[in-house]
């Protein structure tokens, strides 16, 4: 929502270094918001009307320190996450804990740290989830259940928080980053992915920035407990490509 005012308000946004994050922490500060990005490490470039706070978000005591320190929090985005491919069998039960605990622990103990400083300006809680908690992933299978988790936690804390703090999720398709190629190979493995996307093309950060505005902004005052779909239009079953029926000659 390129139009969002968000002038005055404190967006803090998890992981917003890089990425995804980065394109949240952009459409934010475009929306004339104050932006802290929280990570381990500070973002190779500086932002515009972007400050960055060091914190180990798997270290509650540092994450309530980070809450406690700031005046004033209106809306918490919880974007930080991943997972290595990691095939269920080829690693020990801790290393796909640890997943998890980046993906869903991480967002409720951020959750749980602003939730103070939310309540007192009405302010909103924006989860960052994937289509991967969705259907089978693959390679990734503790990330995607940690996902899943994170939208049924974003319900259940729109419950139980409401009406002070509303809580919704964003459930993300593919997005090209400068590590797509990690996931999908050199440009013509991008292309050839993006190809399988309705809307003809991978999402860009900023779409998932904007998205991310609106769920904060005034326009969705109303919306809570929701998930909204930034996929593209989703991923084209693979039956449909098997099938031969009305299959042209």
């Known amino acids: 929502m390129d ?14 270094t890089r990425g995804v994050g980065a394109g949240i922490a952009r459409a934010f500060a475009s929306a004339g918001a104050d932006v802290v990005v929280c990570a381990r490490r500070p973002p190779p470039r500086p932002f515009a009307g972007v400050r960055f706070a060091a914190v ?5 005591a540092a994450v309530r320190d980070l809450f406690e320190d700031l005046a004033r929090v209106d809306v918490l985005v ?36 602003a939730r103070r400083r939310l309540c007192r300006t009405r302010g909103a809680i924006v989860m960052v989830g994937s289509v991967s908690g969705t259907r089978p992933s693959p390679g990734t299978a503790a990330y995607g259940a940690a996902k899943a988790g994170l939208e049924s936690l974003a319900r259940s804390m729109a419950v139980e928080w409401a009406p ?15 590590r797509s190629h990690l996931h999908y190979g050199d440009a013509d493995g991008v292309a050839a992915v993006a190809r399988t996307v309705p809307l003809g093309r991978l999402a860009e950060p900023g779409d998932v920035g904007r998205a991310a505005v609106f769920l904060a902004s005034d326009a969705a005052a109303y919306i809570t407990g929701a998930s909204l779909l930034v996929h593209g239009g989703g991923e084209r079953p693979a039956f449909l490509d098997a099938a031969t029926v009305n299959r042209g000659s």
């Open 164 to 178: 002070d703090i509303r809580v919704n999720t964003l459930v993300v398709g593919m997005v090209r980053t400068e």
């Open 56 to 60: 180990d978000l798997r270290d509650p």
């Open 3 to 16: 139009n969002a005012d968000l002038g005055g308000r404190t967006v803090v946004v998890t992981g917003g």
């Open 78 to 113: 919880n974007n930080a996450g991943g997972s290595p491919h990691r095939l269920l069998a080829e690693s020990e039960a801790e290393r796909h804990a640890r997943v998890i605990e980046l993906n869903l622990t991480a967002p409720l103990t951020a959750s749980l740290a």
